[in-house]
């Protein structure tokens, strides 16, 4: 190997720059250990001939051990670093006391090393010591060793010379020591000042990394909050509407079509007041996922709040019949996928959807007025009888504003006195009274009489229903309690709700009810309809089991137009069936309703329940029925609904007009 070569080798490791000073006196000692071998081996073999050929073979072996040495320490990596540099150091010292020996004063070169290595290679303390050795060893091998040498004017006191040589050499050996030394401190404080710095621009670069990060993620969670519907993940209604105006845009300019549909869950408040608010989230999630996985990556499925959901689905320009049929086809792929029950944990949840249609392009010129107009059509499609399609028309509009108006009139007509409970008798088979249903009615200021069937709908959708509720409750029982005092202790039929009946405190608030009102309530029939059965059975039967306890008992109202079944009638604590109107009408002449009738009425016979027929309003009707058992029967053959103070005056038998 060519000395260049090894030279190379050995300073490999020192190329790059040291991180703090013990690196770098790690790689200095190296370095050191390096030059020193690779120069002893070039000049080993001729300074140990002339040696030889001298006579000095103490020289020689001194060479050649120090040049073993060397080497052992340079390839000892092993070695630790305090280890290697003390050898070094221990080394150097040898060195020049064997010198001093052997050569003479002139050696003292190498002491000065011994110092001047251990300030470069270890510190200021070390070097320190070093001197003191120095001193002590100068002083002690050259007096006591009787060297021989000159220092004018102390020829006859040698110590006093060895002192004055020990001095001066100490002093130069000091300052050269010293000057490594402080030098290398100020620079090991300088490294470490750099290295402070560097340290705290890296924990300012990973707090600004961390704040920059923390910020983004902050900018996505305002952006979701902003665009996006927190509970299920989808566009919120302002992201529905920067969508909606692009595409009505593209619609008017005939670059685009497009439909939009306006959903709303039917019965989505009788599940959330029956199953608890988990329930409701977790049902309008599941909507959510599966309105998703339906329709197509450009449409939008986006939730404005509550159960109310909105699809955007743009297509290219058709004509108005393309619009239609494309219309309907989202319209029935949507109200298909509502016809499975939706899964949650383990329990089956059903729900339909009441959907409103706008064709994109039309007379609406943004967003807000085609979801008013979506939103129309939705609420017609409800009020014909849910899970139904309706598409916007012109006059809709008027429609609901004069619903509104009735809604804004409802709420106030409790406190204004313009509702009253009128008395419907029911008779039995020899015209006997053997009770009364109370009707709501609603007195108008300007529009008069409004029929239940108009207003009733609009109380359910908007919750009025629930103080309608509370309020024919407490009225009804007033009206029993007045019965009883007048002479007429006949049962009374309040009309309840789902969403009355379904209130977390509809049993204690009923019971405080007839407490307050010193009613009787083995003299009240809760008459509750089929709808009733769908929501959370076992807790319907808790309740009803709640109140039958007081004596209050149940009537299905509109048997056989719901979804009731053998096995749910069973278990639940009833009284009687009230049979819709709707099949009295043509009984006994209609053979289909009149087997209906007769059914209901053998079924009601095995299941030892009162049967009350409503709607009844001719002979024929009332003789029939009669003959096959039925228990009682109400209808305007009979009576027609009275205030109270009429019904009293005529004893409930007032015919029909």
């Not at 409503?614 to 029939?624: K, L, N, P």
Request: aromatic share 8%; with cysteine; charged share 20%.
């Amino acid at each position: 190997m060519k000395a260049t070569t090894l030279l190379q080798h050995a300073l490999a490791s020192t190329a790059s720059e040291p991180e703090v000073l013990h690196d770098w006196r790690a790689r200095i000692l190296s370095t050191i250990l390096a030059f020193v071998a690779v120069l002893g081996v070039l000049t080993a073999a001729p300074g140990i001939w002339l040696a030889a050929q001298q006579g000095l073979w103490g020289i020689a072996w001194v060479d050649l051990i120090a040049l073993v040495w060397v080497l052992v320490l340079w390839r000892s990596q092993r070695l630790s670093y305090l280890a290697r540099t003390w050898n070094l150091l221990a080394l150097i010292y040898l060195i020049g006391v064997w010198f001093l020996f052997y050569v003479g004063p002139v050696s003292q070169i190498y002491l000065i090393a011994f110092p001047v290595m251990a300030a470069l290679l270890l510190g200021l303390r070390p070097a320190l010591f070093a001197l003191a050795v120095n001193a002590v060893t100068l002083m002690t091998i050259g007096y006591l060793g009787n060297t021989d040498l000159h220092v004018a004017g102390f020829d006859e006191r040698p110590f006093v010379e060895w002192v004055v040589i020990t001095v001066n050499f100490l002093f130069i050996n000091a300052v050269i020591t010293l000057s490594c030394a402080v030098l290398l401190q100020q620079l090991e404080r300088s490294l470490e000042r750099q290295r402070d710095f560097a340290l705290s621009l890296k924990e300012g670069q990973d707090d600004l990394r961390r704040v920059n990060t923390e910020l983004q993620h902050t900018a996505q969670a305002l952006n979701r909050l902003a665009y996006y519907d927190e509970l299920t993940g989808l566009p919120n209604r302002r992201l529905l509407i920067d969508r909606l105006n692009q595409a009505q845009a593209s619609a008017r300019r005939g670059t685009q079509g497009g439909t939009l549909l306006y959903l709303d869950l039917d019965r989505f408040k009788n599940i959330n007041d029956a199953r608890g608010h988990a329930a409701g989230d977790a049902l309008l999630v599941a909507v959510a996922k599966r309105l998703s996985g339906l329709l197509r990556e450009e449409d939008t499925v986006a939730r404005l709040g509550g159960d109310e959901f909105v699809i955007l689905s743009p297509h290219s320009p058709m004509d108005a019949q393309g619009e239609a049929r494309a219309a309907r086809v989202v319209a029935d792929k949507v109200r298909e996928s509502f016809g499975q029950p939706f899964m949650l944990d383990g329990q089956p949840y059903s729900t339909h959807a009441s959907i409103g249609v706008v064709v994109l392009g039309g007379m609406a010129q943004g967003a807000e007025e085609l979801l008013r107009d979506a939103d129309t059509a939705m609420y017609r499609a409800k009020s014909a009888g849910r899970n139904r399609v309706a598409y916007f028309e012109a006059g809709m509009q008027q429609e609901v504003e004069d619903k509104l108006k009735l809604e804004h009139d409802l709420m106030h007509a409790i406190t204004q006195d313009q509702l009253a409970l009128h008395l419907q008798s029911q008779v039995d088979a020899v015209g006997a009274i053997v009770g009364v249903e109370l009707l709501l009615r609603w007195t108008h200021p300007t529009l008069g009489a409004i029929p239940p069937s108009r207003f009733i709908p609009i109380a359910e959708e908007s919750n009025l229903i629930l103080n309608l509720g509370d309020w024919v409750l407490e009225q009804g029982c007033r009206i029993q309690r007045q019965l009883r005092e007048a002479g007429h202790p006949v049962p009374v039929s309040i009309n309840v709700s789902p969403q009355q009946f379904h209130q977390p405190d509809f049993v204690e608030h009923a019971l405080a009810l007839l407490d307050r009102q010193h009613a009787d309530p083995t003299q009240l029939i809760f008459e509750v309809t089929e709808g009733l059965l769908l929501d959370d059975l076992e807790q319907t039967i808790e309740r009803m089991e709640a109140l039958a306890e007081r004596g209050i008992r149940f009537s299905i109202d509109d048997f056989g137009t719901g979804y009731s079944s053998l096995a749910y009638l069973k278990r639940l604590p009833l009284h009687e069936l009230k049979i819709d109107r709707s099949f009295i009408t043509d009984t006994p002449h209609d053979p289909g309703d009149t087997a209906i009738v007769e059914m209901i009425l053998s079924m009601a016979r095995h299941l030892e329940l009162k049967v009350v027929a409503e709607g009844v309003e001719t002979r024929a009707q009332s003789d029939f029925l009669s003959s096959h058992g039925c228990t009682a029967q109400q209808g305007y053959l009979h009576a027609k609904p009275q205030p109270l103070d009429r019904w009293l005056a005529h004893g409930g038998r007032l015919g029909p007009t």
